[in-house]
């Protein structure tokens, strides 16, 4: 399956307080990359050239760090939420409705992970599949997931932590 990979990138950040005051969190840097670049070079190992951004804050320093395409050789599209501040990821994710109907592997901007993760999504069988953390003691703010069976019957942030499996 050919997918495209889009990266969730719209959101403020307030958690992360003074550390990205002024940038996307998603351009936090870890060592000598950000997050995004991390994860562009990540989509491009496992041959997704076609990635869309859905931006909102700092829309423009994202736009002037990636250009429409990047060292990886990928082409690089953006979707702009203008509704960054009053609507969730959901929104977000809505806006590429258009550009992810054959497959998509969906990436938050603040998402750190293994490169061998990513790798294993592209290449299960299913087409359908989600990586869940299951080692992290789980609070109020994280997005939680309810599986059965290996199959996802909910995920929200609304849920008991008590009831989530990652």
Not at 10 to 15: C, E, L, P, S, T
Not at 93 to 109: Q, R
Request: hydrophobic fraction near 40%.
């Amino acid at each position: 399956m050919d997918f495209i990979g889009v990266i969730l990138a719209a959101g403020r950040g307030f958690r992360l307080k003074e550390l990205a005051i002024d940038i996307p969190k998603g351009l936090l840097r870890v060592s000598e990359s950000s997050l995004m670049e991390r994860q562009i070079k990540c989509l491009a190992e496992n041959a997704i050239k076609n990635i869309y951004i859905i931006t909102g804050y700092a829309h423009e320093s994202i736009l002037k760090t990636f250009g429409n395409s990047y060292e990886h050789y990928v082409e690089i599209h953006y979707l702009h939420n203008d509704r960054w501040n009053t609507a969730n990821n959901i929104y977000s994710l809505y806006l590429a409705k258009d550009v992810a109907k054959e497959g998509f592997i969906l990436i938050n901007s603040d998402d750190l992970f293994h490169p061998e993760i990513l790798r294993r999504l592209v290449e299960d069988e299913s087409g359908e599949a989600i990586c869940v953390d299951d080692y992290k003691k789980l609070g109020k703010e994280e997005m939680k997931v309810r599986l059965e069976g290996g199959n996802l019957i909910e995920i929200n942030k609304t849920m008991n932590p008590a009831t989530a499996h990652g």
